[in-house]
């Protein structure tokens, strides 16, 4: 029995007709300026983390015991967790493809990508010159060892946790919502990263921080510009997302740029108090790490810088009980909320 086949009628007379889902046909448009600037920012401001003199990274780190040493693998493990987002941003380009966004925009996520995967070799690059194996393959000393290589190995585990329902939120979100969700993650990181580049002894993990605090804040450029452009148009109901994701992305963060909060985070009974410990053994090694007071002031600067933002388009900011800052009270956060960050 002959089949028909499904190509039989098409007719080539007239326009043909296009899935709505597709990155075809290609499109392109050249009138969105604030986004062609950020992209052609992006192009000028790349860097290459192969400039970076690992071997002097490697030297220095030859000076130090052990446990400085993994101190230092450690804060770059827990780190990569954030940074391990080229396939977020990746993902994200095939879907600007398909919903046919700006041409700009697609191009900045492109960038984005590229950034993502830089910060994630920074990371690897850091941890093989500091010490190499950390913390999947390397046999523990003792029991602190054991538990700070724990600590990182649930940090990656609730990141998987994440992935998952990353690939979930574009099945709910739209775009607007999705990249304004992490943008109190990169007002935040901005200041982070620039305090560490200048508190630094080493000069290579200063150009490194310098590097990245540029990247970070252009990735913050972007998210604003995102908001801006779609918070005039947006529902009560968006506005409301908005305020729970910026709340999300406040708990995923704070793990590195702050303190692990209750929510979301599944960890180790012995997290904080091992975590605080890795800390201010890299802190004596030399390796500058941000302290409480500074890390709650630089949260502070981001929710002052979102919040003015978010308030110009009516958008309630979310309370923030550990800086003692008032607002949009936010409760239920799970795996299911979190969206893009980094």
């Not at 977020?88 to 996520?109: N, P, Q």
């Not at 908001?227 to 968006?238: F, G, P, Q, R, V």
Request: hydrophobic residues 40%; negative net charge.
């Amino acid at each position: 029995m002959m089949t028909m086949d499904k190509y039989s009628n098409l007719n080539f007379n007239e326009s043909p007709q296009f899935p709505e889902v597709n990155v075809y046909p290609p499109k392109w448009n050249f009138d969105n300026d604030k986004a062609w600037q950020i992209y052609r920012r992006a192009k000028r401001e790349q860097w290459d983390e192969d400039q970076i003199s690992w071997d002097k990274v490697k030297e220095w780190a030859s000076g130090l015991d052990r446990k400085e040493r993994m101190a230092i693998a450690y804060w770059f493990s827990l780190l990569s967790c954030f940074d391990n987002a080229t396939p977020v941003f990746a993902y994200a380009v095939i879907k600007s493809f398909e919903f046919h966004l700006d041409t700009a925009v697609r191009g900045i996520l492109t960038t984005i990508t590229y950034d993502e995967n830089r910060h994630n070799m920074v990371c690897g690059l850091s941890i093989q010159n500091t010490l190499p194996g950390f913390p999947l393959d390397l046999k523990p000393q003792d029991d602190l060892e054991r538990k700070a290589m724990l600590n990182a190995q649930w940090v990656w585990w609730n990141g998987s946790r994440y992935w998952n329902a990353y690939l979930e939120a574009y099945k709910k979100y739209t775009f607007d919502v999705l990249f304004t969700s992490f943008m109190m993650g990169e007002a935040a990181a901005t200041t982070v990263f620039t305090t560490m580049s200048k508190g630094a002894k080493n000069e290579e993990f200063s150009k490194v921080f310098k590097n990245t605090a540029v990247d970070e804040t252009r990735h913050y450029a972007f998210t604003h510009l995102i908001m801006i452009d779609s918070a005039k148009n947006m529902n009560e109901e968006k506005r409301k997302l908005v305020t729970k994701q910026i709340r999300a992305g406040f708990v995923f963060l704070s793990l590195i740029t702050y303190k692990p909060p209750k929510d979301f985070w599944k960890l180790p009974p012995w997290f904080t108090e091992v975590h605080e410990k890795m800390e201010d053994i890299a802190r004596n090694a030399g390796f500058y790490i941000p302290n409480e007071k500074e890390k709650e002031e630089a949260w502070r600067q981001a929710v002052l810088r979102v919040g003015a933002s978010l308030k110009r388009y009516g958008i309630s900011m979310p309370a923030m009980p550990e800086l003692g800052i008032t607002g949009e009270e936010i409760k239920d956060i799970n795996e299911d909320d979190f969206v893009p960050i980094f």
